[in-house]
C-alpha cells in the first residue's frame, strides 16, 4: 500500500467518525442529506492534499484531519449549492440532494454544513486557527465570486478565454491550493513554501478543471466520469472549448453555434452531436489540452521549489501528474 493511500484511509477513518455524529443529530431533514452527500464517494482529493501537505513537511499527517474535514465540508457543502444552481440531476451518479429532497432542505443542509466546516477548526491552537482562518476564509469567498462570476458569464457574449480562466480559478483551483497550504500550517512550514505549494495546487486545479471541460463534452463513460455527459453543452456553459470555438470560428460556424446555444427546445442528443461538429472542425479539444498542460507545468514548477523531501515531493508529483489523466 503506498503512503497516499494510507493517508486515504486515516482520513476516511475520520469522515466515517464524523458521519456517525450526523446520524445522530436531528432534525433528520437537516442532517440527512449531509450524511448521503459526504456517503457518495468521490476521489477525497482535497482532503488527500492537506494530509499529504502536513507529511511533506515533516509531521504526522493525522494533525491535519481537521484542515482536512473542512475542505471536505467546504466542497460538498458548494456541490450542493452548485447543483441547485445548474439544475443537475445527477451527482457521482446519483440524484443530487435537490433532486432527491427538494430545494429548500438542500439550501438548508448547505449552510449547516458551511458552518461545522469553519466549526472543526477551532481544534487548533490559537495560533494554528487564525492562520487556518485566514486562508480558509478567503478561499470561501473566492469560491462564492468564481460562482457569481460563472453566473454572470451566462448572460454575456464578450467573454474571453482569460476572464473564463480567472473564473475556474477562484469557483475551482484556489480550494486546492488551500488545502495543501492548510496542510502546511499545520506542519509549521514556512511562508515561502506556503506559497509554492499553494500556486502548485491552484495551478493544477486551473489543469484539472479544463481537462473537467474536455471530458464533461467527449467522455464516453458515464458512470467514470460521474455526472451527465454533455451537461455542459446542454446548459449552454461558457466553457473554455466554447470561448475559443468563438474566437476561431468563421461567420457561417459562429452562427450555427449561437442557434445551438439559443435553442428552447432541445433533443439533448442532436445539440451535443451537432457542437461536438464544430469543436472538431476547429480543433478546440486539443487547444484545451495544450492549456492544461501549460498550468500543469507552472503546478510543477512551483512544486519544485518548495523545500521538503526530494523523494516525498516526486511522489507528489508522480500522483499529480497521473490524477490528470482521468479514465474517459
Known sequence: ??????????????????????????????????HYILSLGGKRLRPLLALISCDLFGKDPSHA?????????FHNFSLIHDDILDEAPLRRNNPTVHTKWNTNIAILSGDVMLVKAFEVLKNYDAKEFSQLFSIFSKTCIEV??????DMNFENTNSLTVDEY?????????????????????NSGASKIDQ?????FGKHLGIAFQ?????????????????????????????????????ELAKVEQAKKLHELMGQTKVVPDKKIQNTLEIFNE???????????????KIAIDHLLKVSADRTKLKALETFSLALLKRNT
Open 65 to 73: 484531519l481537521n484542515s482536512a474535514l473542512c475542505v471536505e465540508l
Open 282 to 296: 476547429l480543433g478546440v479539444k486539443a487547444l484545451c489540452e495544450a492549456e492544461a498542460d501549460k498550468h500543469t
Open 144 to 149: 462564492c465570486e468564481g460562482q457569481q462570476l
Open 165 to 185: 480562466i480567472q473564473m475556474i480559478t477562484k469557483k475551482t483551483a484556489v480550494l486546492l491550493g488551500c488545502s495543501l497550504q492548510m496542510g502546511a500550517i
Open 210 to 246: 479544463l481537462l473537467d471541460d474536455t471530458l464533461d463534452a467527449y467522455a464516453t463513460d458515464e458512470k467514470s466520469f460521474g455526472k451527465q455527459i454533455g451537461g455542459d453543452i446542454l446548459a449552454n456553459k461558457k466553457t473554455f472549448l466554447v470561448l475559443k470555438a468563438f
Open 1 to 34: 500500500m503506498n503512503t497516499f493511500e494510507t493517508h486515504r484511509q486515516l482520513f476516511d477513518s475520520h469522515l466515517e467518525n464524523y458521519k456517525a455524529d450526523v446520524n445522530l443529530r436531528s432534525p433528520r431533514e437537516l442532517y440527512e442529506p449531509e
Open 195 to 199: 506559497e509554492h505549494i499553494y500556486e
